[in-house]
């Protein structure tokens, strides 16, 4: 609360200051700005379309990553953002957002070792044996949901509660399998397919949803072609 | 009695509001209708169960490690003590999530204890119920051995000096006079330790990973739950605190007798 009233109290000590700039200068127009929060599988495809943004509109953009579940429940008790970006569109349901756009980016699923496990050869029925170290997303995360989609009852040895998490045990060598985004195989040169594997869906699906202002512009900007060439360039499916 | 200056009183008033309104929060939102149904499921009574087990065996081995720990630095004067009494309670300071890298590094299958216990022994510490025992130990030990040194160093040695002169050897002093007189503070480092253990969650996802009935104990199924099925979170928490009750109010005056 106090940080709200201390915000109100910035921007308006800003105010006064843009009010002084203008009549003593004619200085440019007061900044505009966003919250954006995003899912954590979005971190470097984001950050990346952020910058186009700002640099189109000039708004000044705030981003907070986490896990699609952690930001919803963070929203449902109060935080305050004008874009909330989720790999499940179900999690916009309870929250008050006017403008939602779905499914402009998917991303696939895939099985992966540690790299210098070069001479350990897999293969999928790997996933269901219990001499394999294996992690994977837990249930009810996004990640977690497609994986029991795409590669049905694994026996994992940890659920867990990120696909970063699951990604950090692969490229540690703690397991010798995981289950990851096809984008994080592109950001993580210690990880590699557990086998040659075809990038079929089931897939997560994005969405975005947006408070009205200059958060649709910023949905509108998912949808352009600069940010379709940005989510392809990091591995998304469109 | 003397009494209790005002300012006083208004002080600790405060400091009691503030501790007590989270938990105030917490029981205001519990879903009391559905409580018996959440309650009942798998994924809570094996969550129970385990922390129970978890938290009840790293104090064991923190009871039978702890002690001779906390004698050593109470009663050696070595000029590297300071240093090893600050390295016994880093865990204290340490983010537990740095805890368990730090473990990961240590007894994970790529660090430098754990490979050799996987190549010799074929053990794998990670994932494990004894993997989520050995990060509860290294975060709730500091409490114990805290509590136990400060307590060696209060006794007076004087007893143990007659005893000695009577003849008695330095074990049969140490387990029949000794350790008699320090048992309330034993008692209360174990309380304080087993606590720790039964709410350790940071060490343990990092170190354990998350397995319902290996290593998912009650903190790890109460995070988990708070994003995908927020009542069954606040069901968890309330077993939490009813298990915590029940364990430490009876103890309570074990270590501070009641005037």
């Known amino acids: ?238 | 009695m003397n009494r209790i200056p005002k300012t006083i009183v208004l002080i600790a008033t405060i400091a009691i509001l503030f501790l007590m309104s989270p938990l105030i929060g917490l029981l205001q939102r519990m879903p009391w209708s559905g409580l018996t149904n959440l309650l009942g499921s798998d994924i809570i009574l094996d969550a129970f169960l385990l922390s129970l087990f978890v938290s009840f065996s790293a104090a064991l081995v923190v009871f039978i490690f702890g002690i001779p720990i906390a004698w050593v630095l109470a009663r050696s004067n070595f000029s590297f003590m300071k240093l090893l009494r600050s390295v016994v309670l880093l865990p204290m300071v340490l983010p537990p999530v740095v805890g368990g890298t730090a473990l990961l590094f240590a007894f994970g299958r790529q660090g430098f204890l754990g490979k050799w216990l996987n190549d010799w022994f074929g053990l794998t510490l990670p994932f494990t119920t004894a993997g989520s025992v050995v990060a509860a130990v290294f975060v709730s030990f500091p409490f114990f051995i805290v509590a136990v040194e400060s307590a060696f160093r209060s006794i007076n040695e004087d007893l143990e000096r007659t005893a000695e002169t009577l003849g008695a050897s330095s074990s049969k002093i140490f387990l029949k006079i000794t350790l008699p007189r320090i048992f309330p503070s034993i008692l209360a480092g174990l309380a304080l330790s087993w606590a720790r253990a039964l709410g350790e969650f940071g060490a343990t996802i990092t170190f354990a990973g998350n397995m319902p009935g290996e290593t998912q104990t009650l903190p790890l199924a109460i995070f988990l739950a708070l994003e995908t099925n927020p009542e069954a979170a606040l069901a968890l928490s309330l077993v939490m605190i009813v298990t915590s009750l029940a364990i430490l109010v009876p103890f309570r005056d074990q270590w501070l007798p009641s005037r």
């Open chain 1, 1 to 238: 609360m106090w940080l709200s009233n201390a915000r109100k109290a910035l921007n308006k000590t800003f105010s006064i200051l843009v009010i002084f700039c203008l009549a003593s200068f004619g200085c440019s127009k007061e900044e505009k700005e966003i919250n954006v929060y995003a899912a954590s599988s979005l971190t470097e495809a984001i950050s990346a379309v952020i910058k186009n943004y700002e640099e189109i509109y000039e708004v000044k953009t705030k981003v907070v990553f986490a896990g699609s579940n952690h930001l919803a429940a963070q929203l449902r008790d109060g935080a305050d953002a004008d874009v909330f970006i989720t790999a499940n569109a179900a999690l916009i349901e309870d929250l008050d957002f006017q403008e939602i756009l779905e499914g402009f980016a998917y991303n696939s699923l895939i099985a992966v070792k540690p790299v210098e496990f070069v001479n350990k050869i897999f293969e999928p029925n790997d996933l269901n044996r219990d001499e394999n170290l294996i992690a994977i997303c837990s249930e009810g995360v996004p990640c977690g949901d497609t994986t029991k989609a795409k590669f049905g009852n694994v026996k994992a040895d940890t659920y867990e509660m990120s696909v970063k998490a699951v990604l950090a045990r692969v490229a540690s060598m703690e397991v010798d399998l995981g289950i990851v985004y096809l984008t994080d195989l592109q950001n993580e040169p210690k990880v590699t397919a557990a086998w040659p594997q075809e990038i079929t869906c089931p897939c997560v699906s994005y969405a975005a949803a947006s408070k009205g202002g200059e958060g649709n512009d910023f949905i509108d900007f998912l949808d352009s072609d600069t940010a379709e060439e940005i989510f392809s360039k990091y591995g998304f499916s469109l």
